[in-house]
């Protein structure tokens, strides 16, 4: 199993905002030295506590400091985009890392944004779908460019210069263009068996309980078949929320304690899928009253927090539970003790994943005799 990074991030709105952004430049800095393979930045423009406005660019800002790590955009809302600005942004991006990409792409789901960009009540699943397929038609196309839909239309006919270069559009560095994978939030998310038809895989988020993170990989075999693909469990990302420490009450109490940043993180996060109607996600059955949904209960279910061999077994365990996947992406938390929140990062690395990876290899060579 490899190890990544997904920030969305949410921090307590009070904070200054370049300290903030100061924080989550810092950790995938980090990242980068510990060998975690790949990193996703969240993007809103909306919100206090998710207070990174454009991924893309914030990307941009680790291009040069980075060594290794890919750098993936954890969404890119496309239905509060023009294709065109997507395209040309991607295609630079990609560009200037060289292939270093990963393009993490879902139709956006926050109300406020949503009314910000006049999207409010609009199918936005349509929208999605639409600039999708635009950009990867200005990528697979040339000049003038002849693209209608819906939503937008695209071209450079009437202006174009083609021996100066006017009106033509920039395509990535990866060809044909940068690997595509798309965030499931729901149960046995459709999505997922569309994304995976055409090619994409899924990153399954990390408030879910894991009979939900379970559900995707179905739905991804299912798109598969329909793609003409091998469901590869390589393929598969699975976020999770966990915190490492040295000495096991430090680790209760900053990752499970009520004035610890995890709680903060799932405290705004359960509002606002309430508000959303999204409950739902935090119940172990679709019966279950909405009162049973409790701050409490969501931090036990979905938090892992300990020293290195508790944080290990509960992987293992969640791993059972879930099934073979491929990437375990820990997921970013305000750095409220920064030393604290680097040390797990550190710990992760270095303790708690060459541990995991060893119990499975156990286990596979276990059942390879067997056989």
């Not at 975690?36 to 660019?57: F, K, L, N, R």
């Not at 729901?186 to 569309?194: D, I």
Request: with cysteine.
């Amino acid at each position: 199993m490899k190890l990544g990074y997904f920030t969305m991030p949410l921090h307590p709105p009070a904070r200054p905002w370049g300290d903030t952004l100061r924080e989550d430049r810092e950790a995938i800095l980090l990242c980068d030295r510990l060998g975690y393979i790949e990193a996703y930045v969240g993007e809103h423009v909306t919100d206090a506590a998710e207070s990174i406005t454009s991924c893309t660019t914030f990307l941009a800002s680790l291009i040069h400091d980075t060594k290794h790590i890919k750098l993936g955009t954890g969404t890119l809302n496309l239905s509060n985009a023009h294709p065109v600005t997507v395209a040309t942004t991607v295609a630079m991006l990609d560009t200037l890392l060289e292939g270093r990409f990963i393009m993490g792409i879902s139709p956006g789901g926050l109300p406020s944004d949503m009314e910000a960009f006049e999207n409010l009540g609009k199918d936005r699943g349509k929208m999605f779908l639409e600039c999708i397929n635009h950009v990867l038609a200005i990528w697979a196309g040339e000049p003038p460019y002849d693209i209608r839909g819906e939503f937008w239309n695209i071209s450079t006919a009437k202006t174009q210069l083609l021996d100066i270069g006017q009106g033509i559009m920039p395509k990535p560095y990866q060809k044909p263009h940068p690997p595509i994978v798309v965030t499931a939030v729901e149960p046995f998310s459709k999505g997922v068996s569309a994304a995976a038809a055409r090619g994409w895989d899924p990153i399954s988020a990390n408030f879910l309980l894991p009979q939900w993170v379970k559900s995707h990989w179905g739905r991804y075999e299912e798109g598969c078949r329909q793609g003409g693909r091998i469901a590869d469990p390589a393929n598969w990302r699975v976020a999770k929320t966990v915190f490492v420490a040295d000495d096991a009450n430090k680790a209760k109490a900053y990752g499970l304690g009520a004035q610890g940043p995890y709680r903060f993180y799932y405290s705004q996060l359960l509002l606002k899928l309430q508000m959303a109607g999204r409950a739902n996600l935090f119940k172990h059955s679709k019966d279950a009253p909405d009162d049973s949904v409790t701050l409490d209960g969501v931090v036990n279910d979905l938090v892992i927090a300990g020293p290195v061999n508790e944080v290990v077994d509960k992987l293992l365990a969640f791993r059972e539970q879930v099934g073979d996947f491929g990437t375990l992406l820990y997921c970013g938390i305000d750095w409220a003790d920064p030393a604290l929140a680097k040390r797990s990062l550190e710990l992760m690395a270095e303790k708690v994943m060459p541990a995991v990876n060893k119990a499975l290899g156990a286990k596979e060579a276990q059942r390879a005799t067997a056989l």
